[in-house]
């Protein structure tokens, strides 16, 4: 699945005290839509950040990436300009270290990672809560051939890789089937430390 994962270098007291959510699932699952969604309804608040991912691909309608060439990319991952990244699907991503400073102020950052990243950033921080947004495979294999984003590569490639690592153990689970409206507000509780 992932072809590469770094990141910066690792550091002797974890950075915190503030909470860092990772967003992770299938392609298809809408964890861009639904980040987007508690992004608007986080608005004017200051205790809790989106940081714009660095992405080698185009961005979809629901993604507020940053794209670069993957020369850019290359030399930006080289001089510690990434908190986090990793390689995956042909494609670089990468979520910048200034969620450094925004963590020791104590703010949430969320973020949509790889999985891949999950255990160099709970090593590197001190309050990490790991999302998993997930929806049955008849559900993502629509919204993929919906999306028909050239960048994603096989359809049939991209839903092979849904059944995952069997020992992944996320913090919490939304399916996000129906409305995205319950997904959202699931999400938000966990950002604001508040989910049952």
């Known amino acids: 699945m992932n072809e590469r994962v770094g990141g910066a270098a690792q550091v002797e007291q974890p950075v915190g005290p503030g909470l860092l959510v990772l967003v992770v699932g299938p392609s298809g699952a809408g964890k861009d839509t639904l980040i987007g969604m508690v992004q608007e309804r986080c608005?004017?608040?200051?205790?809790?950040?989106?940081?714009i991912r660095t992405v080698t691909r185009e961005a979809s309608q629901h993604e507020n990436n940053?794209?670069?060439?993957?020369?850019?990319?290359?030399?930006?991952?080289?001089?510690?300009?990434?908190?986090?990244?990793?390689?995956?699907?042909?494609?670089?991503?990468?979520?910048?270290?200034?969620?450094?400073?925004?963590l020791r102020a104590g703010r949430a950052v969320v973020a949509n990672v790889s999985r891949g990243?999950?255990?160099e950033a709970r090593a590197r921080y001190a309050n990490v809560k790991v999302v998993n947004i997930t929806a049955p495979a008849d559900v993502l294999?629509?919204?993929?051939?919906?999306?028909?984003?050239?960048?994603?590569?096989?359809?049939?490639?991209?839903?092979?890789?849904?059944?995952g690592d069997k020992d992944f153990q996320p913090d919490v689970v939304i399916e996000n089937v129906g409305g995205a409206e319950t997904g959202a507000a699931k999400l938000l509780a966990v950002i604001l430390n508040s989910e049952k």
């Open 141 to 163: 294999a629509e919204r993929l051939a919906a999306r028909n984003r050239s960048s994603d590569g096989s359809l049939a490639a991209r839903l092979g890789r849904v059944s």
């Open 66 to 102: 940053r794209c670069v060439t993957p020369e850019a990319f290359a030399q930006e991952a080289a001089s510690g300009a990434f908190a986090l990244w990793w390689q995956a699907h042909g494609h670089g991503y990468g979520i910048p270290k200034t969620i450094d400073e925004d």
């Open 117 to 119: 990243v999950i255990g």
């Open 43 to 51: 608005s004017g608040r200051t205790d809790a950040v989106f940081p």
